[in-house]
Structures are given as structure tokens and as C-alpha cells.
């Protein structure tokens, strides 16, 4: 169920940046949503994020900042070590230059730069450019 709330979150930004609206509304949420959606802020893909009642079933509301072209969750799973995270993201992200590939380690849920650079492997959750 996790992947799935993480697919529709994900489904609903990308809808509201195409439509060019300035919020979207996330129900429901999760660890893992806000997780994402962390990443997305530090990266400079959204402006901001606020949780509302994260103890029931909650609400994010989401600034958007209209650089994000697609973002997705993986219905399956992927395993990656650490060393094949870069042939990975090469062969999933259409641009080369740009974009981020979310996966949960050991460590926590981080992009495939933070986790090649602590050199950890695990599981992608699903990427975004």
C-alpha cells in the first residue's frame, strides 16, 4: 500500500504541474510521501511543503515551482547496490544531465547522489526531473 500512496502523490504533482496550478493537495499521506517530497525541496523542484494533521488521516499541501516534467514511483521492487546506482539512473532518467532517482537504504530515503556518495545500495522508490 505504501507504493501506492507514494504513486498517486506523485501522479497528483505532476497533473498540477501540467494544468500550471500553484498548490496541490496530497491525501492520503505518509512517512514516505513527505520523505520524497523532502528531497524534491532540497533539490529545488517545489517550494515548500506543510503537513496537516499527520497523526489521522492528513493532508500535504505542496507550493509548486514548475520545473518538474515527470516523477514516478515504482510499483516493484528494485534492488540496487551501491555500484550500479549510477549505470542505474543513466538507463532510467531520459536526460543524462539532470533529474533524481529516490531509494531507501539503510540510512534513510535519499537520492542517488547522496547514496553513491555514502557509498550505500537499496531500494528505489522511484525518481523525478
Known amino acids: 500500500m505504501g507504493r501506492r500512496v507514494l504513486s498517486n502523490a506523485l ?5 498540477a504541474e501540467r494544468r500550471a496550478k500553484a498548490t496541490v493537495q496530497l491525501q492520503p499521506i505518509s512517512a514516505v510521501v513527505s520523505s520524497f517530497l523532502k528531497i524534491m525541496k532540497d533539490r529545488g ?21 514548475g520545473r518538474i516534467k515527470d516523477c514516478r514511483a515504482l510499483m516493484y521492487r528494485q534492488d540496487l547496490k551501491a555500484r550500479e546506482i549510477e549505470h542505474y ?8 544531465q539532470w533529474g ?15 547514496a553513491m556518495k555514502r557509498n550505500v545500495g537499496g531500494q528505489v522508490l522511484g525518481y523525478f526531473h
Open 89 to 96: 539512473r543513466v538507463r532510467t532518467l531520459p536526460t543524462h
Open 45 to 65: 523542484y517545489i517550494k515548500s511543503f506543510e503537513v496537516q494533521d499527520p497523526h489521522r488521516v492528513g493532508k500535504i499541501t505542496v507550493e509548486l515551482q
Open 100 to 114: 533524481y532517482v529516490v531509494m531507501t537504504t539503510p540510512e534513510g530515503i535519499l537520492d542517488h547522489e547522496e
Open 11 to 15: 501522479s497528483s504533482i505532476v497533473n
